[in-house]
């Protein structure tokens, strides 16, 4: 017998998505609380390893409109044989949502895509991006600190 080479076609899980998007959501309003009442708010969180800055965690508001706010997200000072993640995020403020929109030079990011294809996206590429998302902000909220000295 003959092995298929064909795939299973990837199935978007709604719920875990969901899930994943409303975590976001309460991790973005902890480190960012003011983005709906501050026009252009926007934060800035080190993490260290001792003496040494590894990267600073920056969130900015891009548009704030009545039910979403549209965040830029981006590392700053990051290692120089890594790439810098970039991210734009969309957070639904009636549903108490935030999924990512926009990485890297995708504008706009399906929730599915054909595997193999000329992006080289993979076929859940959106959810690894919110799953990722979540990791990067979690880090932050456990090992973070403000990079501006308080006044």
Sequence with gaps: ???????????????DLQA??????????RLLPEMRSVPAAARRVGVSQGERLLGVLALEVLEDCPYTTTLKVCQEHSLPWLPAPRMEVRVYHDARM??????????????????????MHQPDEKSQLNLFLGEWLSH?????HEVEPVV
Excluded at 20 to 28: G, K, V
């Design 20 to 29: 994943t998007c409303e975590a976001n959501y309460a991790r973005l309003m």
């Design 98 to 119: 935030a999924e990512v929109v926009g990485a890297e030079q995708a504008r706009r990011l399906r929730s599915r895509y054909v595997y193999p294809n000329a992006a």
């Design 140 to 144: 932050c909220l456990s090992c973070g």
């Design 1 to 15: 017998m003959g092995v298929s080479l064909m795939r299973e076609r990837y199935r978007v899980d709604l719920v």
